[in-house]
């Protein structure tokens, strides 16, 4: 293991030990394995799925406990036996797909976010509500040097899974008039509307009935319209997005999505859809649900970044304060992100 510079025996973690709070602990820094990288982690941004871990609605976290975070971004400062792909200094960004077996049909056939065997940072690996955490060679991105952690951290997953549903979006919206509704607009819903925005598309947001604030932050980044989630559109949707966990938002989207139009459900959970007449349906509407995402995803998705100005906006609390984070970011409190720092 090459490590030029020196690392401390213990760190500051905040655990996830089957219980509703989080554990703030001081414990072992992680040894990276062979084809594994330390990183010394600068940013984590707070995932609505960290909270379906916490809450139980994932079933198979690690035991007795995980740390969790998968939106992270750090600087390598140490290296496993048989890592030439990156170097000590190198600022990375780590998601929520941790690791894929590489061998099942689904990753011989490129779609490794389908892998029959996968690990998940945050959830069976330890993630990044900590002040170091070792990631997989393969599945830590290499970053640009001038981005900002804090800014960018939701990207790795807020705005991936945002990445991934667009594209299954964009052939109804090239169809048609270029319509894209998005119902939750939260650290997802707010990048992929400025992505959406900057290639020409039209955004719809959908939110909390009464949530004013969450409908004056969509107006202020160019939405065309922003209505309450049980509202019909005012212009019948070519697209939509779902980012919220609410099952019924499904036959509420479909009501103003137009024949043949595209339905993305985004979230790696929801709660249970209800019965629905088959005429919301019918006209060749199309439900599809988006699961991880792959290395490709990422790789095209920084790519973009790098070229198109996208902001977050992001609320800043120490890692101590996550447990406060995370409710924040469960009573809809905040506008965009919150971002640990350690």
């Not at 509420?252 to 459900?265: D, F, H, I, N, Y």
């Not at 919301?280 to 439900?287: D, H, N, S």
């Not at 809809?332 to 992100?337: C, E, L, P, Q």
Request: aromatic share 8%.
């Amino acid at each position: 293991m090459t490590a030029p510079e020196k690392i401390p025996g213990k760190m500051q973690a905040m655990l996830f030990k089957g219980r509703s709070v989080l554990d703030f602990e001081t414990i072992e820094v992680p040894a990276p394995e062979a084809g594994q990288v330390l990183i010394k982690v600068e940013a984590c941004a707070v995932c609505r799925t960290d909270l379906h871990v916490i809450d139980g609605d994932l079933k198979k976290p690690k035991t007795p406990w995980v740390v969790p975070g998968h939106e992270i971004v750090g600087r390598i400062v140490a290296l496993g036996a048989d890592v030439s792909e990156h170097k000590i200094g190198e600022r990375v960004g780590v998601p929520w797909l941790a690791s894929t077996c590489g061998t099942c049909a689904f990753c011989r056939r490129q779609e490794e976010n389908l892998c029959d065997e996968p690990q998940f940072t945050g959830y069976t690996k330890d993630g990044g509500f900590a002040q170091y955490t070792v990631a997989d060679k393969r599945f830590a991105f290499t970053l640009p040097e001038k981005i900002d952690p804090i800014e960018f951290s939701p990207m790795l997953c807020a705005g991936l899974i945002g990445w991934r549903c667009l594209r299954f979006a964009r052939p109804a919206l090239d169809k048609g008039e270029g319509r894209l509704g998005i119902y939750g607009f939260g650290a997802a819903g707010h990048i992929v509307a400025q992505v959406a925005i900057q290639m020409g598309y039209k955004i719809y947001a959908f939110v909390r009935k009464g949530d004013q604030q969450a409908i004056d932050f969509a107006l202020s980044l160019g939405a065309t319209y922003a209505g309450a989630s049980d509202e019909v559109s005012p212009q019948t949707l070519d697209a939509a997005i779902i980012f919220a966990t609410t099952g019924e938002l499904v036959p509420a989207a479909l009501k103003s999505l137009r024949k043949g139009g595209e339905l993305v459900l985004g979230g790696i959970h929801m709660s249970d859809i209800p019965a629905l007449p088959y005429d919301l349906l019918w006209g060749e509407r199309t439900i599809q649900s988006v699961a991880n995402l792959t290395r490709l995803d990422g790789e095209e998705f920084i790519a973009y970044l790098a070229k198109n100005k996208v902001t977050t906006s992001t609320t800043i609390r120490p890692l101590a304060e996550a447990n406060q984070a995370i409710a924040l970011l469960r009573g809809g409190k905040i506008s965009g992100a919150v971002v640990l720092r350690p």
